[in-house]
């Protein structure tokens, strides 16, 4: 009796369409789109690895992202229970769940290290908004500064492992804040305040960049394609980017779909959420590639890409403090509406099973991620030899961050997607998933034909390809 049964007790809802919008772009929208599409693109070749994205997003990740949030609606609940109630409704085992236990689990890991950039913008925010008090709104940043104190500013705040693991603390404990309020009083309130200034502050920016940077190069860079680039290791990172974007494979919108009422249309929201990630993704990209450029930085820089090439752009513009702290602080609004929704996904999983209140499930999971983020804090400086998976090549010589991001985006979100696919498209009844999904006529065929077929084959070939590559 599942199916069309609303809201059920105790469970909070969205207080509108465009809140639960707000909230799964606010978690589609942060440092995947800023920080890791920028750093993955320069790692993997480029123009290649953007355009095989592309093609993800639409193939892959928007059918997959339906079926995460119907499965969430049609359940109410936690994920690894909103897949065993459909399940159960579908007369299926529901050994499914594991599916989304997988998934809350992934949640957890991306968890701890995405509070370890979070930090980095913290740092940065502070870096800023000092040089601003000292200098004044007019004239570059770090005025009187020599351009190599400004290129060593990252490199000192990763030799630091102690600050890092502090700032790391940080904003972990904001968003563990954030999510003890629960569904409308807090994740709803960071997303409505927080994701429109993200937009107006992110929009002001592309175009002042557009007008004072150099596209022609990052354009080129980013958008000539050149087959030969895309080798099964470029095609799995942009599989894993695209899902690590779009929040997928790990529970976390199977979880704020739990959150939507009925009457909201889950094609059509997909959709936006899908469009608006992309298009940020992009223009993050065409924001910090001209400045990786004009600078002289190499463009597989990884991690610390965003980080190193911005300070130094911003050191030549007019009014480059202001508009320096404006970045950070619009990064950080991003990861953190993005943040709340990975520590929602394990919360609501462990208050819901073990009948525990909302701030104690909170506690205990953000303690464990507090663990995990120190260790991948210190995976900078003093634990930089230590390769937990080293004995597995696609992990050799991979400290614990690049690890956890590695093995969730490349393996975890995957497998959790093939398994999603195969749930909604083979094993769910289909009359359950037709009365959730939002769409007709043409539309509906196509994305229950990815959906059974294109996507977990072609999933499942580029996981297999990528891995033995
Ligand atoms: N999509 C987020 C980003 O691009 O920064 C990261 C993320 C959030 C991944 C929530 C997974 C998730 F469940």
Redesign the pocket.
Known sequence: AAAGSGARAGHENWSSRSAFILAAVG???????MW?FPAEAGENGGGAFVLFYIFCVLLIGLPVLLSEVLIGRHGQANAPESVRRLARDSKASEGWSVLASMGVFA?FL?LSF?CVVGGWVVYYIGVFASDLFQTGLSGGAFQGRDPEEIKALMPGLFADGTLMAGLNLGFLGVTMFFVARGVSSGIEWVAVYLMPLFFVLFLAITIYGAFTGNFAEAVAYLFTFDFSKLTGEVMLAAVGQAF?????G????MTYGAYANRDTNLGETSGIIAGA?TAVALLAGLAIFPIVFAAGLSTNAGPGLMFESLPIAFQQMPFGSAIGLAFFVMIFF??LT??V??LE?PTAYVFEKFKLARPVATIIVGAGAAVLGVLSALSFNDLAEFYPLGFIPLFAETNFFDTLDGVTAKLFMPIGAILTCIFVGWIADARLIDSENGLDGALHKLWRALVRFVCPIVLAVILFVGLTS
């Open positions: 978690s589609a929208v942060g440092l995947g789109n890791r949640a991306i995405y690590f974007s779009l929040s997928l790990v529970a976390g919108m990630d991003a990861a993005s943040s929704s990975l996904a």
